[in-house]
């Protein structure tokens, strides 16, 4: 089963807009991942939140992470068309889990120019 | 740069055939993972290794045998492919002790 959900599914914006992405887990996590897939790649690491940690940035990535709600949200100011991708959350858990990541189902962003 | 590369790339095969998909690492990274990934699932884990003959199930594992016989080759072998295995599959490698992860360019399989 999967552990984030995400929310939106899909997302459209204009460029210049800014784009907020949820997602939501379900057990302990060790850390929280956001990762970019542009259709037909492999996924790319964005940013890396643990979990002793509420907010991180990178460049115009904002990541915060509520423990006590499960939930983590990506924040990309001023859009891009090139930003257009679908974005996952994964977590990691730790413990019996070690080295394990679990995905979530992604938000597909598409970004006009 | 950690570099993976994965072969085939496309593959078409039938119903009840054998096939194995290969994953190769540049880099002597110890933790390496295949996923699958289908519309409205997102990435699933399959199996994974976290040395050389050291692996473990995922949480979609049936149907499924790896091997690991070198640092650098991670095997996923379908023994008896089915139309529920065409998907894409994506090979991964942990970077950090966070587990940062990077992925290889994936292989299309469709099972006729």
């Known amino acids: 089963s999967q552990q984030g959900e995400e929310d939106p599914q899909a997302l459209s914006i204009q460029e210049g807009e800014n784009a907020t992405m949820n997602c939501s887990y379900k057990t302990s996590i060790n850390n929280l991942q956001w990762y970019r897939q542009n259709s037909g790649r492999g996924l790319v690491h964005l940013i890396l939140i643990r979990s002793n940690e509420r907010e991180k940035h990178s460049g115009r990535l904002r990541v915060t992470l509520d423990t006590s709600k499960k939930s983590s949200s990506l924040l990309i100011t001023a859009s891009r068309a090139a930003d257009t991708a679908s974005y996952f959350c994964?977590?990691?858990?730790?413990?019996?889990?070690?080295?394990?990541?679990?995905f979530g189902q992604g938000t597909i962003l598409t970004v006009h120019p | 740069d950690a570099g993976i590369t994965q072969s085939p790339r496309h593959k078409v095969t039938e119903t009840g055939t054998p096939v194995t998909l290969r994953c190769h690492q540049t880099?002597?990274?110890?933790?390496m993972y295949w996923y699958r990934q289908d519309p409205g699932h997102g990435l699933r884990l399959i199996h994974y290794?976290?040395?050389?003959?050291?692996?473990d199930k995922g949480e979609v594992s049936d149907g499924y045998s790896v091997s690991r016989s070198k640092t650098e080759d991670f095997l996923l072998t379908l023994e008896s492919a089915t139309s529920s295995q065409t998907s894409v599959y994506f090979c991964?490698?942990?970077?950090?002790?966070?587990?940062?992860?990077?992925f290889g360019p994936g292989t299309r399989l469709t099972v006729l």
């Open positions: 880099e002597n990274h110890r933790y």
């Open positions: 290794s976290y040395g050389v003959k050291d692996t």
């Open positions: 994964a977590t990691d858990e730790g413990g019996t889990s070690y080295g394990k990541l679990t």
């Open positions: 991964a490698i942990s970077l950090t002790i966070y587990n940062e992860q990077f």
